[in-house]
């Protein structure tokens, strides 16, 4: 009998998914490999996301819904303890995944030692599904500091990562709101290798309607960024160069963080 493979659980947020969910939890209970369960954590949603999720009939999908709303951070730590796989594949309520996703990715993690995560290229698109741009630099172990110190250069809905080793490096930040995803993969980086495939395997949606447009997070944006800016320098053996490069990076974001009080004062 061939074997199923490790079983992988698929985290998936949501609120107020209504316009996009169907297409993205179609695009996970689709894949080609199959050894898998469907989590769907829905934040209190107040249109027809979970009409829609409990539409599907398939015992695939575990749900699960916060009565109130907590927001994405809180609700992925209390996700955390329902995923039942030896691997986390992230999936985004409004992105998409090309069918053979999980299948490439989960042949890695055997190739070589001690890999965190599996990432790939993605495309950018629109809410009429049209490409926007095609996201494909390539990055390995030694050139990924000078990038990962810029932004998180790992979308987290291409991303899928050992959960033993997530666990090791303290999983999700549970004082982080915006900037998990990004924490996670730069303490992955830290302790254990990594595989970019060189393939478009999702599709991110950018949206009106995404965390990173909204205002209202802009503070926490700022401010999670310099966290993560803080902790690169703190963690990783850097370049004098890179060092520099941070610390005005810090500077630009502490200043940009400042003058944004300053004019809400100024418009109140």
């Not at 709303?69 to 985004?92: P, T, V, W, Y």
């Not at 999670?224 to 500077?251: C, H, T």
């Amino acid at each position: 009998m061939k074997k199923k493979g490790p079983l992988v659980s698929i985290l998936m947020n949501c609120f107020n998914s209504e316009k996009f969910i169907r297409k993205s939890i179609l695009s996970a209970l689709n894949q080609t490999y199959k050894n898998f369960e469907l989590v769907i954590w829905d934040d209190a949603s107040s249109d027809n996301t979970v009409k829609i999720i409990k539409s599907f009939k398939t015992k695939k999908i575990k749900f699960f819904y916060n009565r109130l709303h907590l927001g994405l951070g809180k609700s992925r730590i209390l996700a955390q303890k329902f995923l039942k796989g030896k691997f986390i594949a992230i999936l985004d309520s409004d992105d998409i995944w090309e069918k053979n996703k999980i299948k490439i990715q989960i042949r890695e993690f055997y190739k070589k030692k001690k890999i965190g995560f599996v990432a790939s290229w993605y495309k950018l698109v629109d809410d009429k599904n049209k490409i926007l741009t095609y996201v494909n630099k390539s990055y390995d172990q030694k050139n990924f500091l000078k990038y990962i110190c810029k932004n998180n250069i790992f979308a987290h809905s291409s991303i899928i990562y050992n959960k033993e080793y997530a666990k090791k490096v303290g999983w999700y930040d549970d004082k982080l709101e915006y900037a998990q995803d990004y924490d996670l993969t730069v303490k992955l980086l830290k302790l254990y290798n990594f595989k970019l495939i060189n393939n478009y395997l999702v599709k991110i949606r950018i949206s009106n309607n995404s965390m990173s447009l909204s205002k209202k997070l802009q503070y926490i944006i700022i401010k999670e960024k310099i966290i993560i800016l803080r902790k690169i320098l703190r963690l990783f053996n850097l370049s004098k160069f890179l060092q520099f490069e941070i610390s005005k990076s810090i500077f630009k974001q502490e200043i940009k963080y400042f003058l944004l009080i300053l004019l809400n004062k100024i418009v109140r």
